[in-house]
């Protein structure tokens, strides 16, 4: 079965440091893995994708994740964190045709 | 575009009732899909449909309706709530162009059921 694993249930991280939410995967074939990143009370919203081709995936608000295929990893990763930041964030892998099946999410939380 | 819309954003029901949340896109995507969000368990997927007339069950399907008339349109029907269907639920649609494949999500409701 297709499955998206998040080991860490909260991230805390100073405002300005680098920062890492992790990710694994198991799925049979290609993996199509997705980050979304989810505010207080609103929906999901797209982060970034990989696909196929380079490992390191740039998207939104200046996130980008480094796909692993050794180690079955699709780490969250941005140089230096905000505030504004903070939120929830899911890993999601596609589970069949356009259906994504979700990790448990990770809570990130950037101190001032 | 104003994307995917879903109504109500908030609704209590009472143990037995029944009710149908609502869910609208405008970008002309074919799939369209529900989702419940809980605590500690991410998001799961109820029911999904691949295009107009066509729906079939997700991971979490009992308990739960949906029918797809239109393109636009994917409501999804609670037959006879029951506390364990309190949750939030996210209707999203996506598209596919080769590999390019994006889901977009609509704001959610949050459903109590008493």
């Known amino acids: 079965a297709q499955s998206v694993a998040q080991p860490e249930d909260q991230v805390n991280v100073a405002e300005g440091n680098p920062l890492t939410v992790k990710c694994t995967y198991s799925?049979?074939?290609?993996?199509?893995l997705f980050w979304y990143v989810q505010y207080p009370n609103r929906g999901l919203q797209f982060l970034l994708k990989?696909?196929?081709?380079?490992?390191l995936v740039k998207g939104s608000y200046g996130f980008e994740a480094e796909f692993n295929k050794s180690q079955t990893s699709f780490h969250l990763k941005k140089p230096s964190a905000l505030v504004s930041d903070s939120a929830l964030y899911f890993c999601?892998?596609?589970?069949?045709?356009?259906?994504?099946?979700f990790g448990t999410g990770t809570r990130l939380l950037v101190s001032p | 575009n104003a994307g995917v819309t879903q109504t109500p954003k908030f609704q209590v029901l009472k143990t037995g009732q029944s009710m149908t949340l609502q869910c609208a896109q405008d970008?002309?995507?074919?799939?369209m899909s529900w989702y419940r969000q809980d605590p500690g368990m991410g998001l799961r997927l109820i029911h999904y449909?691949?295009?107009?007339?066509?729906?079939d069950q997700g991971e979490v399907p009992n308990g739960y309706n949906v029918s797809r008339s239109t393109t636009e349109d994917f409501p999804l029907r609670l037959l006879s709530a029951a506390p364990s269907q309190t949750s939030v639920y996210f209707c999203?649609?996506?598209?596919?162009?080769?590999?390019?494949?994006?889901?977009?999500f609509g704001p959610g409701t949050r459903l109590t059921v008493t």
């Open positions: 999203a649609s996506s598209y596919r162009q080769g590999l390019s494949y994006e889901q977009y």
């Open positions: 999601a892998g596609e589970g069949g045709f356009q259906k994504l099946v």
């Open positions: 449909s691949v295009g107009a007339g066509i729906t």
């Open positions: 990989y696909i196929t081709g380079d490992n």
């Open positions: 799925v049979s074939g290609n993996p199509y």
């Open positions: 970008m002309n995507h074919e799939y």
